[in-house]
Every structure is written in structure tokens, then in C-alpha cells.
């Protein structure tokens, strides 16, 4: 099974490539999926494509320079052409849970400056309702307690990310702690629900950003576009 998962992410990841034309600015982001872009899109520079890079974590930025690949800061740039990122779930309206690895700041960000914005997923990831997997939501160290006691409030199993033993600390330094919510009724308005708690840095809600999910499946792709 997991190695029809990863041939499925490995077509998906490169065909993603195929959107990018010389100029552009791409945004790339994390996770297991985007691996397989990162390495066709440095077959394809080294075959004379050029492009500006952005990376949403520092794991990416490592994989890029070890396939030579050049990353640009985020503030030398204005706006993003096409970002290829993962996702942990994507529902029939293209809504999406991010965050599975930890990258989900920089990935909104990244995604909310970038004019397309290009999901490679495996066929497991398509998913009828979001929430089964579990939500990140990215919180600032201090005052941990008081965004817990928020959380179980409003009735939403939280546990805190770790990794090793210790807490698991995201690129900004922040925390993730993860919502088992089984389902999620309103995307929309959980993402405003949550980003509105202080101590929430972001969550991992992503509505309203994807503009084509790119599916493999056994060994096709399959494209959906908004
Ligand atoms: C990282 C992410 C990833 O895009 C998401 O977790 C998908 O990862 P993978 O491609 O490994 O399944 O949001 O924070």
C-alpha cells in the first residue's frame, strides 16, 4: 500500500512542473509530496528553465540547495506566480487540511501571495469531509495553558505535537498542537474560530487557496481545476 502511495505522490510531484514557465516566481512548498517536484523542477533548470524560488520551511530550503537550486527570500519578492505545495486532505471544494509536517505558517503565507496555487496529492488524501485528519493549529510558547483551556471550551480534543520527546517546535519557534475533530461542519468558519483565540498564531485550515489539485492515481494524474 505505501509504496503505491509514494509512486502516487512521485507522479503528481512531477507533474506539477509542467505549469512553470520562464520568469516566474514559485513558491515551493513542504512535506513528502513536494520532494518529487523539487527534483523535476531542478531537471528542468538545469535544462535552461528559469525561475525565482521561495521555500516555505527550512527542509525545503535544504532539499533545494542540495538539487543546486537557488531560494530567494520571501520580502525580495511581491508576488508568487505558481506554488506547488501537499496537503493532508482535500475535500470536493478543493478546501484543504495543511500542517501534517509542521509548515503550515509559511505556507499560508506563501499561499496567500500566490496568483495559482497547485495541490499534489495522493488519491488518499481526496477525502468527502475534512477533519478525520488531524488539525494543526499553530500557537505561540507563551500562555500555552490558556489557549488549551480555550480549546477544551469549545469542546475540541487537543494534544500538543511532539517529536523526541519534546515539544515539537515549528520554524517560527511556535508550537503545534493538534485538534482530533473527527469532522469539521464549517471549514470557513472554524478557520475564523480558531485564528481569533489569542495565542493562535495560524491554523491549518486551507479554504478558499487551491486553484488545481493535481491527484495521482495508481499511475495516472488527475487534474482538477478551479
Ligand atoms: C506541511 C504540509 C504538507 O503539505 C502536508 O502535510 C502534506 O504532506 P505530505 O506531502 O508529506 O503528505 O502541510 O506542513
Not at 478525520?132 to 500538543?160: C, D, H, M, N, Y
Not at 474560530?193 to 495508481?218: K, Q, S, T, W
Request: hydrophobic share 40%.
Amino acid at each position: 500500500m505505501d509504496s503505491i502511495k509514494e509512486a502516487e505522490k512521485k507522479l503528481a510531484g512531477r507533474k506539477a512542473p509542467e505549469f512553470l514557465k520562464n520568469g516566474m516566481v514559485v513558491g515551493l512548498g513542504s512535506g513528502s509530496t513536494v520532494p518529487y517536484a523539487i527534483e523535476r523542477i531542478a531537471e528542468l533548470v538545469s535544462q535552461g528553465l528559469q525561475i525565482t524560488m521561495v521555500s516555505t520551511s527550512n527542509k525545503t530550503s535544504a532539499l533545494a540547495k542540495k538539487c543546486k537550486l537557488e531560494i530567494s527570500g520571501i520580502d525580495s519578492i511581491d508576488r508568487i506566480d505558481v506554488t506547488i505545495d501537499g496537503a493532508d486532505e482535500v475535500d470536493p471544494n478543493m478546501r484543504g487540511i495543511k500542517g501534517g509536517k509542521g509548515a503550515l505558517l509559511f505556507e499560508k503565507i506563501v499561499a496567500s501571495i500566490s496568483d495559482k496555487n497547485i495541490w499534489i496529492v495522493d488519491s488518499s488524501k481526496l477525502v468527502e469531509k475534512l477533519g478525520k485528519f488531524p488539525l494543526s493549529v499553530e500557537v505561540v510558547p507563551f500562555g500555552l495553558k490558556t489557549v488549551l483551556a480555550e480549546f477544551q471550551r469549545r469542546g475540541f480534543k487537543s494534544e500538543i505535537r511532539v517529536r523526541e520527546g519534546e515539544k515539537y517546535l515549528t520554524d517560527s519557534g511556535n508550537y503545534i498542537v493538534d485538534l482530533h475533530l473527527g469532522s469539521i461542519e464549517n471549514p470557513e468558519e472554524l478557520d475564523v474560530e480558531l485564528n481569533m483565540i489569542p495565542g493562535v498564531v495560524e491554523n491549518g485550515l486551507f479554504v478558499g487557496y487551491a486553484d488545481m489539485v493535481i491527484v495521482g492515481r495508481g499511475k495516472e494524474t488527475e487534474i482538477t481545476s478551479r
